[in-house]
């Protein structure tokens, strides 16, 4: 039964999705290219296209171009695992995404299953590498319990904070980050966690809680959620003329959140990745980006630049679109990007990639040496 | 004569140039204006004001002969078939030999599709018939019952956790849990009904509302038990007969698994609609008051339709996590109950076929407009108030038994001498 | 007990709570004319508060005053507001009139989803800076930890329009017309009021309302997208239910209530729980009190 039918799929396979392999690379890029998460997207699809187009101008990978195969799920878990078995069936040797956690854990069975590389930039949550059940999953941005430790040394080292209010969106994201600061405490302890709440993502408005901070008696705020959330929280909090420390994630670490919450915004802590504006690689891919898009690169657009870097390189390096082959020389192979010279561990994380603590001041953000 | 003409003429297209007029006021704000409020720019798009201009002339014309189309055939005809169309479709509707080859080849194509499509299509094909059971589940409460329902994706939501639960927890296989998963999601509704038995219509459409929201923020804040927004990932798929399946071949298999399951529901369903429980259903949507009076079991025949209702989203749930192996709270939202009571109703209430169709309609269309993506939401919405304006009744208004009483003094409204039951 | 922090929640439970009753006061008149959930209800309000950013920021480009920036701005969205309310009427719901309870309820949910994609389409997905149109009073600056100036202007606001509509309501001739209708409309119609005029007269009060509260609410908190109608569509909802739908008093009574209640069980409880209480709240009532609190009972007639 199963040789038969797998002889049909092959068969069925075959015929839909055309000779496989034969005269380009096809590289599957997968993510939220619409609906309200488009925005952490679409860069992806950017930095995608220029690598892609660059190696393609100086003759490909061994003579064979590079094809993108570009699908969208909205970050929608039921969705990514349509695109997933649809990148796999359209005959994708590797795959640059997906965005989200969510969807990232629900397509990655089907690609550990079909034994098929993927390299996510933006998908942060610390199960995906730390589990191991994802082996051929791999990662250019680095968890989030690295974030919430940076954030809770720099209270306690820097800021002598001695009570913290732990906010959080509910989402995944937001109360991972929560939860991993709050571990992060406890196991210092030398402060207490004064409070610990989920908000409500679109909400009228957060006054209560605002309160609640109050009556707490924090000194320092810790929210983990994106820069929305952020900025209406921040700015109630001027409001009711709360004076606490105010730090947060890379999902606040965005301009959009200093532009939207204007003054109120000053002085806020987020951490994001390392600042690498200074490299030669990074200025070079910038530059193809306003060249070719004529506007500045989006979120995530530097470690998917990265990725796709270390991805093309690792396919040329491995001397085939074997998938063994691709990660023994993502392991092994030290590759120059425009986020710094990287290799991955084998638990699929960049070497050499951290988080750096910024602050915001005189309307940008600062990076804290 | 020429002039009576050249005045109707002239009125209409004085109507629609206020038409016009009137959209060009309206939406230029948001139309016209663009402000970034970052850097303090604002662009004037006046372009958009003429489209808009040129948009509501044309389609004003439209609106008004469709409106006067409607008003000309509500009265004679209940179909608004074209008459040609209905004349040669009454005729093979009547030989049935036709319409049993037409099944028997539809059913073959169905079982021969998925080893022709590929693995994303059959994907697809999957989710379209995934919807199919859960409007035929929710047609038992709203379109047989007639009780208004808003929190269809809560009991969708019940099967999908009790699977992956019950096999993170007790380590229960697919096979165990697709009809537990069934019980349990009818279990919960008629706990839901118990209370809210006496409510009725609207009030009703917002407990159900509530409770829906409910189950999904429980799930969410549940914490470490359900994964919270995290979700459950590393749901198995199903086996078969203890072989490990490939992921294309898994698919395949959940496609039969599904489609068997749309079977069942399809032919329980049309064969409920005929029983006494049915019967009783159908009666207490017309008219409550009168059914007690005969003695039906109001409270009984409510539970049982909102128990074999919701059972049916609990068994599409099962699949949907065995289907995606990984589930989370957002995959549950109102817009989900939204969507599946659309498909009841732009399908047609009570038709079996409607809902199939309408299923078709609101999840293969997204799918194949993927190319207008921007513009899908839109287009959806819009259908969505266009069908309802013009064929409120849905596409495949459901058709009871006809009986016909020959009673001169029984004129009904539409000047017919029978009386549709 | 601590006292302060009592108040404290109080007061924002308050401001809350007045943005609730201004938006519910819509879904609860149209209730009462043509018993149709209007789904959509909570765009409008959306739609008041992006027509109120649009004109704000071409009026401070120009040099105007923030004063007169804000009831400029106010005025302009609470008419073209109004406008889409009537205009969505017309469209989508009085083409329905006679085809059942179901119909028009879906023709709600599409034009709900058509005008966020609308303003998606035309405008954008992304989250924009609304500007802080009211100004920080001197007089408020001792109370402004707890309530701040923003929050006064929202509660004496909604408190004003309120008491502008229980007065319009009883005793001008049009408001006598439209308790005619909401009471029965076949027979209004016989005595020659022009039920078209009421309920489009219904549908321009309600969005003008929602407006108001849109505008207010996005300077308070500064920022707008296309989906913030739909939560405070839905709490609104809530709130014109608990007070018993189709009664005015009663919506702005639930829109309070409401407010209140969610301000003390986050204050008190958890604000994890917020929308689980709210939702549980609204199914408590309806099973014990369906009608609300200001409702009357329906007696069914054979």
Same mark, same amino acid.
């Given at each position: 039964m199963k040789g038969l039918s797998g002889l049909l799929v092959a068969v069925c396979l075959a015929l839909v999705a055309g000779p496989v392999g034969a005269d380009t690379i096809k590289i599957g890029v997968a993510g939220a290219h619409s609906g309200d998460l488009a925005s952490y997207g679409l860069p992806t699809v950017n930095a995608a296209k220029l690598v892609a187009d660059a190696i393609n101008a100086e003759g490909g990978i061994r003579g064979q171009h590079i094809e993108l195969l570009i699908q969208d799920e909205e970050c929608k878990p039921e969705k990514a695992t349509n695109v997933a078995t649809k990148l796999i069936s359209d005959g994708a040797v590797a795959i640059l995404g997906h965005i989200c956690s969510g969807a990232t854990k629900a397509s990655l069975p089907i690609y550990t299953e079909a034994n098929l590389v993927s390299i996510s930039p933006s998908a942060t949550s610390p199960e995906l590498t730390q589990s191991g059940q994802y082996p051929t999953f791999f990662r250019t941005i680095a968890s989030d319990d690295a974030q919430a430790k940076l954030g809770v040394d720099l209270a306690l080292d820097t800021l002598g904070s001695k009570k913290f209010a732990l906010l959080h969106d509910k989402g995944d994201y937001g109360r991972g980050y929560a939860e991993y600061a709050r571990t992060f405490i406890e196991e210092r302890g030398e402060a207490e966690v004064v409070l610990f709440e989920g908000l409500t993502p679109g909400a009228v408005d957060y006054s209560a809680v605002v309160q609640k901070v109050r009556q707490s008696g924090a000194d320092t705020i810790m929210f983990g959620g994106y820069h929305p959330e952020a900025s209406k929280l921040i700015s109630q909090l001027k409001k009711k003329r709360v004076q606490a420390h105010f730090i947060s994630d890379d999902g606040v670490k965005d301009d959009t959140f200093i532009k939207v919450a204007g003054p109120d915004a000053e002085g806020v802590y987020a951490t994001g990745p390392q600042d690498v504006s200074d490299l030669e690689l990074n200025k070079a891919a910038r530059e193809a980006h306003v060249a070719k898009f004529g506007s500045e690169p989006g979120s995530f657009f530097e470690p998917a630049y990265a990725a796709m870097l270390a991805l093309v390189n690792a396919i040329d390096k491995a001397g085939s679109t074997d998938a063994e082959k691709i990660m023994e020389a993502l392991r092994t192979e030290f590759v120059d990007t425009n986020i710094g010279t990287i290799r991955f561990d084998a638990k699929g994380d960049a070497e050499g990639v951290g988080f750096s603590m910024y602050q915001v001041q005189d309307g940008k953000y600062v990076e804290l040496k | 004569m020429e002039q009576a003409r050249l005045n109707i003429i002239l009125h209409e297209l004085k109507k629609s140039v206020l038409v016009s007029l009137w959209f060009m006021f309206l939406t230029f704000p948001i139309m016209v204006i663009r402000v970034n409020t970052l850097d303090h720019t604002i662009m004037w798009r006046w372009t958009n004001m003429a489209m808009i201009g040129c948009a509501a002339f044309v389609l004003s014309f439209f609106w008004r002969w469709a409106m006067k189309k409607k008003e000309a055939s509500a009265v004679p005809a209940k179909s608004s078939w074209p008459h040609w169309a209905r004349q040669n479709w009454a005729g093979y509707v009547e030989n049935k030999t036709w319409i049993y080859t037409l099944q028997g080849l539809m059913l073959l194509g169905f079982i021969i599709l998925p080893w022709i499509v590929s693995t994303y299509k059959t994907n697809i094909l999957i989710s379209f018939l995934t919807y199919v059971v859960l409007g035929l589940g929710l047609n038992i409460i709203v379109g047989v019952a007639g009780l208004l329902f808003l929190g269809h994706a809560a009991f969708y939501a019940i099967g999908a956790y009790s699977y992956a639960l019950l096999s993170k927890y007790l380590g229960f296989g697919f096979w165990i849990a697709l009809p537990m998963g069934g019980i349990i999601a009818a279990l919960a509704g008629v706990a839901l009904a118990f209370p809210v038995l006496r409510l009725r219509g609207d009030y009703l459409a917002i407990v159900t509302l509530g409770f829906g929201e409910i189950v999904r923020l429980l799930l969410e804040n549940a914490g470490s038990f359900t994964g919270g927004p995290a979700g459950i990932s590393n749901i198995p798929r199903p086996q078969f007969f203890g072989m490990h399946l490939s992921v294309a071949e898994t698919n395949i298999y959940i496609y039969y698994i599904v489609f068997a399951l749309a079977l069942v529901t399809i032919i329980a369903v049309s064969r409920l609609k005929d029983s006494r429980i049915g019967r009783a259903l159908q009666a207490l949507r017309e008219d409550e008051i009168a059914c007690e009076a005969m003695g039906i079991d109001r409270v009984g025949v409510k539970l049982m339709a909102f128990g074999l209702g919701t059972a049916w989203a609990g068994f599409a749930g099962v699949i949907f996590a065995a289907k995606t192996t990984f589930i989370n709270p957002s995959s549950f939202t109102f817009f989900e109950s939204a969507i599946i009571l659309s498909i009841v109703v732009l399908g047609g209430m009570g038709s079996n076929a409607g809902v199939i169709l309408g299923a078709a309609f609101l999840v293969l269309l997204p799918e194949y407009l993927r190319a207008f993506s921007e513009y899908r939401m839109i287009l959806f919405a819009t259908a969505m108030v266009l069908m309802m304006v013009f064929r409120p009744t849905g596409l495949i208004p459901a058709r009871g038994r006809r009986y016909v009483v020959h009673d001169p003094d029984l004129d009904l409204d539409d000047g017919s001498k029978s009386k549709e039951v | 007990m601590d006292w302060q922090y009592f108040f404290e929640l109080l007061l924002g439970g308050l401001t809350r709570g007045s943005i609730y009753a201004l938006i519910a006061i819509g879904y609860t008149m149209v209730y009462g004319v043509i018993e149709l959930i209007n789904f959509a209800h909570g765009e409008v309000y959306m739609l008041g508060a992006f027509t109120g950013l649009i004109i704000a920021s071409v009026l401070a480009t120009l040099g105007f005053p923030i004063p007169m920036i804000l009831i400029l701005a106010a005025i302009v969205a609470i008419v073209y507001s109004a406008c889409y309310g009537l205009t969505m009427e017309k469209v989508a719901y009085k083409p329905l009139r006679s085809a059942g309870r179901l119909s028009p309820l879906i023709s709600a949910i599409g034009m709900s989803l058509f005008l966020q994609n609308y303003i998606i389409l035309a405008q954008t997905s992304d989250f924009l800076a609304f500007p802080r149109l009211i100004p920080d009073f001197e007089f408020m600056e001792p109370i402004a930890h707890v309530f701040g100036s923003s929050d006064f202007v929202i509660v004496v606001a909604s408190g004003i329009s309120m008491a502008f509509l229980t007065l319009f309501i009883k005793f001008t001739k049009m408001g006598k017309a439209m308790? %005619?209708?909401?009471?029965?409309?076949?027979? %209004?119609?016989?005595?020659?009021?022009? =039920?078209? $005029?009421?309920?489009?007269?219904?549908?321009?009060?309600?969005?003008?309302?929602?407006?108001? #509260?849109?505008?207010?609410? =996005?300077?308070?908190?500064?920022? &707008?997208?296309?989906?913030?109608?739909?939560? %405070?569509?839905? $709490?609104? /909802?809530?709130?014109?239910?608990? #007070?018993?739908?189709?009664?005015?008093?009663?919506?702005?009574?639930?829109?309070? /209530?409401? #407010?209140?209640?969610?301000? /003390?069980?986050?204050?008190?409880? =958890?604000?994890?729980?917020?929308?689980?209480? %709210?939702?549980?709240?609204? &199914? &408590? /009532?309806?099973?014990?009190?369906?009608?609300?609190?200001?409702?009357?009972? $329906? &007696?069914? $007639?054979?």
């Open positions: - | - | 308790r %005619a209708t909401a009471q029965n409309r076949k027979m %209004a119609m016989l005595l020659g009021i022009d =039920a078209d $005029k009421v309920i489009s007269i219904t549908f321009i009060i309600g969005s003008s309302l929602a407006a108001l #509260g849109g505008v207010l609410i =996005a300077s308070h908190v500064g920022m &707008v997208n296309f989906f913030i109608g739909f939560m %405070a569509g839905i $709490k609104a /909802f809530t709130a014109a239910v608990l #007070g018993g739908i189709g009664s005015i008093p009663g919506a702005m009574l639930g829109g309070l /209530f409401l #407010g209140l209640s969610e301000s /003390f069980a986050t204050g008190y409880i =958890a604000s994890d729980y917020e929308d689980v209480f %709210a939702f549980s709240l609204l &199914v &408590v /009532f309806l099973i014990f009190r369906p009608s609300g609190i200001m409702g009357k009972a $329906k &007696v069914e $007639k054979v």
